[in-house]
């Protein structure tokens, strides 16, 4: 037995070698599906609620199926660029800018579903003060609270038409006032409309005149908008600042890659090269956050 060991060492090495390779690709497979699955879950549940927000009629999953498809596009393209710009591309310069148009293009799809749930929350917040001058008015001619929030619905102003819309539908089916304000301003989550809704429940409780409470809140809404305005007017050129500084070094490493792309391989044949463009893109993100953050002034 023990010569039969011997004289087979090798071959019983290769096996344990197979063996073990063969149950490490088990477990890191098992680990990747689990981690895939888990990021898809989050994903549906997180693009589920920004698709609510923008009311989009599309199943979060087609979100997911747009991110990849944008991606692979993105991939396709990029590589196919590389290949009809350089003479000679190598396997290290395929996967670099296949990762960086992967990264860039997966997200593009939920940051515009944010851009648009932004660009909805900001007309919302312009429509605001006309629609607590509107109620006011109506409570002075004798209406019921009920019936000036029908009032606004019934304007066909988007979005705050339907947003109103959605709570008087609330108060036909017997839902309490108080919390139908409340459930309205954890949907939009807007600090405008949830200083509104606590200052008519507190109005209500404490039997304060509803009118005045919402005039002063229209003045008050009218001045923080005027505020946000002239803050975006101010630093408008900070935000351009940080466009340019994040673009600045991408456009000069293709027109580098195109004007002297021997200089600009060297890059990709080293390890050393490939850190120093990874840095590059680190720092050129960190510092385009950070202007943007230094721009971005809560009013």
């Not at 009311?55 to 979100?63: D, G, V, Y």
């Given at each position: 037995m023990i010569n039969f060991i011997q004289d087979n060492l090798f071959l019983l090495a290769c096996l344990s070698s197979g063996l073990c390779v063969t149950f490490a690709s088990f477990v890191i497979m098992d680990f990747i599906v689990f981690t895939s699955a888990r990021y898809r879950e989050k994903f549906l549940q997180e693009t589920s609620v920004e698709v609510d927000d923008v009311?989009?009629?599309?199943?979060?999953?087609?979100?997911l199926d747009l991110s990849l498809a944008l991606a692979a596009l993105a991939v396709f393209i990029s590589c196919g660029s590389l290949f009809l710009?350089?003479?000679?591309?190598?396997?290290?310069?395929?996967?670099?800018?296949?990762?960086?148009?992967?990264?860039?293009?997966?997200?593009?799809?939920?940051?515009?579903?944010?851009?648009?749930?932004?660009?909805r929350m900001t007309k919302f917040n312009e429509q605001l003060e006309d629609a607590l001058l509107s109620i006011s008015s109506s409570l002075k001619a004798g209406f019921s609270i009920s019936q000036a929030l029908e009032g606004i619905a019934k304007e066909n102003r988007r979005p705050i038409s339907y947003e109103f819309t959605l709570l008087t539908q609330e108060l036909r089916l017997g839902v309490p006032f108080d919390e139908a304000l409340r459930k309205m301003s954890d949907?939009?989550?807007?600090?405008?409309?949830?200083?509104?809704?606590?200052?008519?429940?507190?109005?209500?409780?404490?039997?304060?005149?509803?009118?005045?409470?919402?005039?002063?809140?229209?003045?008050?809404?009218?001045?923080?908008?005027?505020?946000?305005?002239?803050?975006?007017?101010l630093t408008a050129q900070g935000r351009m600042q940080a466009w340019l500084i994040g673009a600045v070094p991408v456009f000069l490493f293709f027109a580098m890659f195109y004007i002297s792309p021997d200089m600009m391989k060297s890059f990709f044949s080293s390890v050393t090269g490939i850190l120093i463009l990874v840095a590059v893109l680190v720092m050129d993100a960190i510092g385009f956050f950070i202007i943007r953050k230094i721009t971005k002034i809560d009013t």
């Open positions: 009311l989009l009629q599309l199943p979060p999953a087609r979100i710009l350089t003479s000679e591309p190598t396997l290290v310069q395929f996967v670099f800018v296949g990762i960086l148009a992967l990264l860039v293009a997966f997200p593009a799809p939920r940051l515009f579903l944010r851009h648009l749930w932004r660009q949907r939009l989550r807007c600090p405008d409309f949830e200083l509104v809704a606590v200052a008519i429940i507190t109005a209500r409780q404490t039997g304060g005149e509803l009118t005045g409470v919402l005039e002063r809140l229209a003045s008050v809404i009218r001045e923080r908008v005027r505020i946000m305005h002239r803050v975006q007017s």
